[in-house]
């Protein structure tokens, strides 16, 4: 990093700076400081309001109970947004635990039975508006579905076939979350296993959340996508937190949900994958 921009941290004590994981929209980094280390997250060319959500959801998580970084500061250096957390050191945990606290933090629900977020979510990619609305089909169908729809046409991803295949399994999913009476619980928003990691003390902890209040079957939708959640932690997160009738079937409205978020960011990659979720879902 440039000697000059890490000066103009509010940082004491700064003795070096580390690239870490940090997933691939920000730039990640562990500073080292006279006392404990901290995480740094720097998302070059934005503003300061890039985090506003991130910061919103880790500030949820910890009125919820759950466990997160910390949020010590934010701001914005040079034109580049940078974030400050604790630094959470790693370690081995259990399934189950995990499977636990998710359920515990889908428990949270927003006060009112509405479903949104007070930020938008804001994506290296794509962004979607949260505005509150009792509807969660309305967020998730026409706010997030069919907004990725038109930018995946619009970016030639897919043909018109592909489209109408679409507006078919549209049909189904309007159908069935018309059927369905979903809660607002709290969500992470982007529920994948680069997203946890258990700690030294063997603690699951959460972090990088893209966070909303919507229906809790819409995290469970991202934990299918690339593996890393067991068997134990689904029959955990069950027996903390029943899921009602027909849950799997719509759970492949949030993994196509996903699956067309990374056709949109990686391209023709997953075009398979897209077109075979919404077959299984044509096809039920």
Known sequence: ???????KLPVDGIRDIIP???????????????????????????????????IAGLEAFEEAGITAPQVLGSGEIDGDAWLLLTYLEEGSGSQKDLGKMVAKMHKAH????????????????????NTWTDS?????IERRMDVLRETIVDKGLWTAMDAESYMKVRKIMTAALEEHSSEPSLLHGDLWAGNY???SDGRPALFD???????????????????????????????????????????RFYRLYLLMVHLLKFGDIYKASVHETMQDILND
Not at 43 to 53: L, T
Not at 136 to 140: I, P, Q, R, V
């Open 197 to 199: 990691m258990f700690l």
């Open 110 to 129: 927003q006060t009112e039975g509405m479903f949104g977020f007070d930020q938008p979510h804001e994506g290296g990619d794509i962004s979607f508006e």
């Open 136 to 140: 969660w089909s309305e967020l998730f």
């Open 20 to 54: 870490a994981a940090g997933g691939d929209v920000n730039d990640a980094y562990r500073v080292e400081t006279d006392d404990e280390p901290k995480f740094l997250l720097v998302q070059p060319g934005r503003n300061e309001a890039f985090y506003a959500a991130e």
């Open 209 to 251: 959340p893209s966070p909303l209040y919507g229906d809790r079957e819409f995290d469970l939708g991202a934990t299918t996508v690339f593996g890393g959640f067991s068997r134990d932690f689904y029959d955990a997160y069950e027996a903390e937190y029943p899921l009602e009738e027909g849950a799997w079937e719509r759970i």
């Open 1 to 7: 990093m440039n000697h000059e921009w890490i000066e």
